[in-house]
């Protein structure tokens, strides 16, 4: 896992991370992201995941990016959530800071 920074919260996620509820979880990581710098995502392996939670975590690091913070994920990707990723085509040709985030992968 990526070192901690000042401000770092765990944030532990609900374990139905779908286009059902994707309003209240992005609320879930706005808010934390107001009180504190940077972020740390617990979901649950058995989460399940849609493509909808997928672009929230990414418009989500962006804009922690811009307030000089950060997301994180405790673990990497597994399960649903995995699954989405990879029939996405998000681990094609993915970049090296996305291998880190998604699958902490060490970047070259």
């Known amino acids: 896992m990526s070192s901690t920074l000042p401000g770092d919260t765990s944030l532990t996620l609900p374990t139905t991370l779908t286009i059902k509820n994707i309003v209240a979880v992005r ?3 706005l808010d934390c992201l107001n009180r504190n710098t940077s972020a740390t ?3 649950d392996e058995e ?3 849609d493509l909808s ?3 929230l975590i990414t418009a989500a690091r962006k804009q922690a ?3 000089a913070g950060r997301i994180l994920l405790a ?3 597994a ?3 995995y699954d989405v990723l990879r029939r996405g085509g998000f681990l094609d040709d993915m970049t090296p800071d996305a291998a880190h985030f998604w699958l ?3 970047k070259n």
């Open 53 to 55: 939670f997928v672009q």
């Open 75 to 77: 673990r990497p990707a």
């Open 41 to 43: 995502l617990d979901i």
């Open 65 to 67: 990016e811009m307030k």
């Open 104 to 106: 902490h992968q060490e």
């Open 27 to 29: 609320e879930l990581i």
């Open 79 to 81: 399960g649903d959530l």
């Open 47 to 49: 989460a399940q995941v």
